[in-house]
């Protein structure tokens, strides 16, 4: 792929793995084994202005200081997917809906397993917020990255903007292990 660059993010939640393509964010991963080899020749230093500017980003936001993330993004995907993505990115910060508020701001209310599936897909985590999508019951139902990387970012933000995470969000959950 051409102009395809890829960086390591340590982050509280983990290794992140940045791709871009040109000045693009395509991807944003969690990484459970900071051997995996999907981060050989992945940048830990400078990785070129793109993926600094982003880290930065990521920065800010992971201490809790205003960020913004109107990067420009990659979105490969069925047009199905990047309209339930796009979706995504109009959840405020430090806010949820359910799967069902998703599927009929997507204009299909009925749709909320394929909203599910999609969210599932998402390829740039964190970012594209598919971790502000919970349970009509208020419980966190899935996420990629592991539920507890879903409660930490929630509470996160939840903390950021001066709201109490709900104890819904914990019902049923081991605890956590990132602080």
Partial sequence: ????????????IGV???????????????????????????ESGAAGPFLDDVRARLDDYFAERPSRFDLPLL????????????ELL?????ETISYAELAR??????????????????PIAV???CHRVISADGRLGGFGGGLDRKLWLLRHEARVVGREAPASWTRGLA???YP
């Fill in 16 to 42: 992140l793995l940045l791709e871009a393509q040109g000045d693009r964010l395509r991807g944003l991963r969690m990484i459970d084994d900071p051997s995996d080899p999907l981060l050989e020749g992945a």
């Fill in 90 to 94: 109009k959840i405020p910060h430090g």
């Fill in 1 to 12: 792929m051409p102009d395809a660059r890829r960086a390591r993010f340590a982050s509280p």
């Fill in 127 to 129: 970012i594209v917020p």
């Fill in 75 to 86: 979105m490969e995907g069925t047009d199905f997917q990047r309209r339930v993505w796009g």
């Fill in 105 to 122: 701001r997507v204009g299909d209310p009925k749709a909320t397993r394929a909203v599910g599936s999609a969210n599932g897909r998402n």
């Fill in 175 to 177: 605890p956590a292990p």
